[in-house]
């Protein structure tokens, strides 16, 4: 019996350390019993019953991208593109993801592919284009809701390329040319605007410092004459207050009469206004001078001289 008993010994042990199993981090085990689902298996070590027990399906827990290939889609204004998506999921249920569906990554691909043609379809070409997260976020919340039961959690959904016909690529480009070319002249537009503008108020601003300067510089001389006639008129009025103190006679007086005529035949005005007394004064010594021949200047004429008589005899 010795040997029979360590013999059945040996081969419990190897049958135990058989079906001991490590289960990794970030991963479940699901255990089915004779065919039927018993339990999963969490990160750890854990014993299996040999024959009756089985590893129906290792999952892994973290977060997986399903890259689908490019498929057509047709627009609202029936523009047929080629568009891929990326989808980022995890599973979050070992059991749903075992037993809610045959093959759940191709269910998702397929899943994918419809949600993707329908929201497409009721947009048009611009709004594709330019509509990248509304319609990443409609498929991000339909995958996520539909994909509950089979025990797949969807977090993202991106759309990676979207390529429209050549045709219309072409259309594109050359209306982003003629984009470009109407800001570049709009652009070249208003820097003439603003040069024009810039050089105006620069013509502007030298003219009204012109005008000034000539504006002052009028004052400047204006003052200037003013002052010149205010001194002058002042020198005169000091030359008068000078004479009276001076106590000058009625000659003196008569002189400087005489100079004033002087000075004002000698201006450029057509008309001449002499006072009455000054006409009197200018008459008394006419008649003066005539009579008593004192200071007259005016030269007589040369008396005219007889020829010489001819002397006959000397003749002949």
Known sequence: MGPLIYALI???LILVFANIRIVPQATQYVIECLGKYKTTWDAGIH????FIERIAKKITLKEQ???SPPQPVITKDNVTMQIDTVVYFRIFNAQLYTYGVVNPISALENLTATTLRNIVGELELDGTLTSRDTINTKMTAILDDATDQWGIKVTRVELKNIIPPSEIQNAMEKQMK???????????AEGHKAAAITRAEGDKQAMILAAEGERDARIARAEGEAKAIYL???AEADGLIALKEAGVDAAVLELKKYEALVNMSNGTAAKLII???AVNT????AIFTETTGLGDNTKS???KVAPPKKDECCEK
Not at 47 to 50: D, H, L, R, Y
Not at 282 to 285: A, G, K, P, R
Request: glycine share 0%; net charge positive.
């Open 282 to 285: 200018v008459t008394n010594n």
């Open 10 to 12: 040996v081969v419990a």
């Open 301 to 303: 004429a040369p008396k």
């Open 275 to 277: 006072p009455t007394d």
């Open 178 to 188: 003629a984009e470009r070319d109407r800001r570049e002249t709009l652009l070249q």
């Open 47 to 50: 014993v299996k019953v040999p």
């Open 232 to 234: 002058s008129k002042k």
């Open 65 to 67: 991208v399903m890259d």
